[in-house]
């Protein structure tokens, strides 16, 4: 289709404001998801931080104790210093995966007003707070752990003699 000759700069125009408004989106695309990975890891290290570290090296620690006695403070520096490096290893893929579900799951505007509201004093405070919340989770984990595998072992149990399938137990 042939464009008249009058109306040949008006497209010319109408082409390169559309072409800087899909760059603009684009641009503003690339901002938002950055700003959404700056979440992601100030929600990494909240969640993976020392409120956690401190819990698993007293749930791990006492585990070495016997082979290195008298050494107990050493175990746990070495323990800690070993979770440390786990969480660095697993933190970037970590945070990949959270970026790439939220940009995923929530739309443009959504994740607009959920970094808006972690910008927020109230939202800092719950990034604040994270740890804490981490830490009493962290510390329940070993009592939650053993009571589910209970019930879980005792579902398994009857599902399987239900079946008369072989648990091996």
Do not use: K
Not at 68 to 81: E, I, L
Not at 114 to 128: C, E, K, N, V, W
């Amino acid at each position: 289709m042939a464009i008249p000759r009058l109306l040949r700069p008006l497209a010319a125009v109408c082409g390169v404001a559309f072409i800087l408004a899909a760059t603009g989106s684009a641009s503003a695309q690339v901002d938002l998801r950055e700003r959404l990975r700056d979440y992601a890891v100030t929600y990494m290290e909240a969640s993976l931080g020392e409120a956690v570290i401190d819990p698993m090296v007293a749930q791990l620690g006492p585990q070495f104790y016997p082979l290195n006695p008298g050494r107990q403070a050493d175990v746990d520096a070495a323990v800690h210093a070993a979770i440390e490096r786990l969480f660095d290893h697993v933190a970037p893929d970590m945070t990949d995966q959270v970026v790439d579900f939220l940009w995923r799951e929530l739309s443009e505007e959504d994740l607009q007003v959920m970094l808006d509201f972690y910008d927020s004093p109230t939202g800092q405070r719950i990034l604040a707070i994270t740890p804490q919340l981490m830490a009493e989770m962290m510390g329940d984990m070993p009592t939650m752990m053993q009571e589910t595998q209970t019930v879980l072992i005792e579902a398994l149990t009857e599902e399987f003699a239900s079946r008369d399938l072989d648990l091996g137990m």
